[in-house]
T-cell receptor, first 112, second 111 residues
Framework: DAGVIQSPRHEVTEMGQEVTLRCKPI?????LFWYRQTMMRGLELLIY????????DSGMPEDRFSAKMPNASFSTLKIQPSEPRDSAVYFC??????????FGEGSWLTVV | TQLLEQSPQFLSIQEGENLTVYCNSS?????LQWYRQEPGEGPVLLVT?????EVKKLKRLTFQFGDARKDSSLHITAAQPGDTGLYLC???????????FGQGTTLQVKP
């Protein structure tokens, strides 16, 4: 079975540019999560969806960040405009209700 | 705000030694999970503990959930170099999907 698929794996972009990270959850999972991991702050929950509906976006740092889930098999996390402090590994994860959360391999973002 | 404090943050030991990692919170969690993360990969679930006082064993790893469901520990017996990695505890509240992670413990086991 395919796991959570994220793209791109690595992205280097210039400050001010728009960044779009993509995620395909495990088929059948009804929860989707976006996390950000940095050395300083560890693994932080940004937003999560249930049945494509955003449930809790309290972790989204600011208005420059937005996330969408247009259907059960696809989600995006956008940063516009990007800043150097956004450099981090962004993980997408999915699960069934109350079930094991499976993580993707992450998208490594560097903003220069 | 729910927080999970992990200690120690870094641990470097010799092969064959035992170690314990702690995960503490002032909040009660409906379940607590331990993950292991290797460089360049996402966290992978090791175990979930649900009942206060519960103890689960996974080969040389022993996981315990505190009686009050606010804390947990991970004990590794006779550590091996293959145990090297980042260990993360994560707590879930109620029936929400939300999982809050601790800062992690970086373990290095030297041969």
């Amino acid at each position: 079975d395919a796991g959570v698929i994220q793209s791109p794996r690595h992205e280097v972009t210039e400050m001010g540019q728009e960044v779009t990270l993509r995620c395909k959850p495990i088929s059948g999972h009804d929860y989707l999560f976006w996390y950000r991991q940095t050395m300083m702050r560890g693994l932080e929950l940004l937003i999560y969806f249930n049945n494509n509906v955003p449930i809790d976006d309290s972790g989204m740092p600011e208005d420059r960040f937005s996330a969408k889930m247009p259907n059960a098999s696809f989600s995006t996390l956008k940063i516009q405009p990007s800043e150097p402090r956004d450099s981090a590994v962004y993980f997408c994860a999915s699960s069934l209700r109350g079930g094991t959360i499976y993580f993707g391999e992450g998208s490594w973002l560097t903003v220069v | 705000t729910q927080l999970l404090e992990q200690s120690p943050q870094f641990l470097s030991i010799q092969e064959g030694e035992n170690l314990t990692v702690y995960c503490n919170s002032s909040s009660v969690f409906s379940s607590l999970q331990w993950y292991r993360q290797e460089p360049g990969e996402g966290p992978v679930l090791l175990v979930t503990v649900v009942t206060g006082g519960e103890v689960k064993k996974l080969k040389r790893l022993t996981f315990q959930f505190g009686d009050a469901r606010k804390d947990s520990s991970l004990h590794i017996t006779a550590a091996q170099p293959g145990d090297t990695g980042l260990y993360l505890c994560a707590g879930r509240s109620g029936n929400t999907g939300k999982l809050i992670f601790g800062q992690g413990t970086t373990l290095q086991v030297k041969p």
